[in-house]
């Protein structure tokens, strides 16, 4: 009997040990998971919105005000209509270039021999339109021989006009006066039509572009001015047309209303510019 409580003493404090470790360890566990913040997806978070801080086109007085952005009344791309090595390039990127100024100029030296060719031909047919014109007054030969050279005169007529008009088109010309903003090909490289070449702007005039809400819509008439004011000339009014007021909303339900504004001396407003536009409600 001695002998059993000899070994179970030992067997009981060793458990007691053990339990009070796992207790311990437990209570620890559930200490640290309450000092960690769990964020629940489901509990709704309060914001605060403070009304006086959202945006509003009015202004003080109640006068409507519009922030537009100017850009160019006409951009393109310049490409040449036929295939060809560009033989030389006669402007750069931030040339001003007038209406009719030739721009690019691409090989045409196959076309101008085969020109000379179509010439050739125009000179054997109408040699021979005039030879048998003569023999038929005559009635030395028939008729149908001065036809056929009459036909084939026209015929070499016709492409040699074609051919012309090839040549003409190997030198690329500017549409209208503006300012070149991008070269994008160089003197030795290939051009193809549909290849852009040379960006052209014309900021002569402007298109001055604003959103109008779909409330505010009416006070805006067709061919009517109003003054527009650019940011970087606070102190200069514009007077702009309306010459486009959108008929489909864009994605924050307002309206593009458009005017043409003429720029200022020495093109001074550049596209990509802003400016505003207020109008009185009240009245």
Known sequence: MK????????????????????????????????RVYQFDKSDVVPVKIDSTALASPKTADGALQLTGIFEPNKDTKISAELQGKINRVFVDGGSIVSQGQTLIQLDNSLLKLQLQSVDV??????????????????????????????????????????????????????????????????????????VPLLQIIDISKLKFTVNVPEKDLKYFQMG????????????????????????????????????????????????????????QTKN
């Open 224 to 279: 009517r001015n109003y003054t527009i004011v650019a940011d970087v000339y606070p102190d200069t009014k514009l007077s702009g047309k309306v010459i486009m007021i959108g008929s489909k909303a864009n994605i924050g339900n307002s309206f593009p209303v458009q005017f043409l504004v003429q720029n200022l001396k020495n093109q001074a407003l550049k596209a990509g510019m802003f400016g505003n536009i207020t109008i």
């Open 121 to 194: 031909q125009i000179q054997g047919f109408q040699a021979d339109v005039n030879r048998y014109t003569i023999l038929a007054k005559a009635d030395a030969v028939q008729g149908i021989q001065l036809e056929k050279a009459e036909l084939g005169l026209k015929s070499a007529q016709i492409q040699q006009a074609t051919v012309q008009e090839q040549i003409n088109k190997t030198t690329i010309k500017a549409p209208f006066a503006g300012v070149v903003t991008a070269k994008l090909s160089e003197e030795g490289a290939f051009a193809a039509p549909g």
């Open 3 to 34: 002998r059993l409580f000899r070994y179970l003493i030992p067997a009981i404090i060793l458990i007691g040990i053990f339990a009070g470790i796992a207790y311990k360890l437990r209570s620890n566990k559930k200490t640290a998971q309450e």
